[in-house]
Nanobody, 127 residues
């Protein structure tokens, strides 16, 4: 089982930036997909971005394209989410997740696609 621990959340003003990190420990798959989700109070969990660790292909939900960048370190132990030009609607608890799937298929937006989750880090963007 993979253990995932997020960090880097905080409070910023609109237009600001934050960089989230997700440290993975325990068993790591030889190739897989890792993703970032977010959940605002009273709303469902939303897929934000994902990266295929085999070929570093990245995918984003439309609302964050051009503002967020997902990446990982060469050792495949840390996942990042660089968030720029933050908006109040980006406020949410952000979670990282790991899937044993070979790559990020079109199912990357589904929570059930992932087998391991972190506990989340809070992002608050004020106007």
């Amino acid at each position: 089982q993979v253990q995932l621990v997020e960090s880097g959340g905080g409070s910023v003003q609109a237009g600001g930036s934050l960089r989230l990190s997700c440290l993975a420990s325990g068993y790591t798959y030889s190739s897989n997909c890792m993703g970032w989700f977010r959940q605002a109070p009273g709303k469902g969990r939303e897929a934000v971005a994902a990266i295929s660790l085999g070929d570093s292909r990245t995918i984003y939900t439309n609302s964050v394209k051009g503002r967020f960048t997902v990446s990982r370190d060469s050792a495949r132990t840390t996942l990042y989410l660089q968030m720029n030009s933050l908006k109040p609607e980006d406020s949410a608890m952000y979670y990282c997740a790991a899937s044993p799937s070979y790559a990020c298929s079109e199912d990357w937006v589904r929570s059930s696609f992932y087998s391991d989750w972190g506990r989340g880090t809070q992002v608050t963007v004020s106007s």
